[in-house]
């Protein structure tokens, strides 16, 4: 089974109450975690961290769920392509 990122994904991401959460793919499934999980030694790959995440979100306006969407697919292929 493969698991695609997607908006819901980011949106818990953008949500999340935990210290500098980052958004990581860990044994094929894509999940939140705090900066204190992230280490070189847990074998998760980071995908982006909220303060990316929000970099690249319209800055002049509110973000929308279309604008979550587009940033969704993008990671998406980007990490499928990463995988071969």
């Not at 089974?1 to 997607?6: F, P, R, V």
């Amino acid at each position: 089974m493969t698991t695609h990122l997607t908006a819901d994904d980011l949106r818990e991401l953008l949500g999340s109450e935990l210290t500098d959460p980052a958004l990581v793919l860990d044994e094929g499934r894509f999940r939140v975690v705090g900066a204190d999980e992230v280490t070189d030694g847990n074998r998760a790959f980071v995908v982006l961290t909220r303060v990316e995440l929000r970099e690249q979100l319209p800055q002049d306006r509110e973000y929308t769920d279309s604008d979550l969407e587009l940033r969704a697919s993008t990671l998406d292929s980007t990490v499928a392509n990463l995988g071969g």
